[in-house]
């Protein structure tokens, strides 16, 4: 059972990077669409994963940060300004890049 989560909580991080690409360039709903659909999905293969651990502390930081990422990128699709998009692109990339490398275990606790 952990290997089919860890495929689908896997293969929904990549489409949920596709999806905000796409949202960045073609401002349509479809693509918001997805991207909410993807964020569940993901959210709960997570979920699914930290109970087939257990709920170590990690896992419950990496639930957080994640919501925090969604949150983000919900408000970086919405946003018209380029110097405030620029700015939460930033930080939607450095909280990625944070929540990949304690998913992979580089970053450990």
Known sequence: MYDILYQVHIGTWIFLLVSIGLNLFY????FKILFRLMSIVMLGSGIALAYEWSFPLVFILKLVLALLLIGLTEVLLKKE?????TVLLLCVSGLFLI???IGFGIIRF
């Open 81 to 85: 300004n380029p110097k405030e998009q």
């Open 99 to 101: 929540l990949v490398l």
């Open 27 to 30: 401002h349509a709903s479809v």
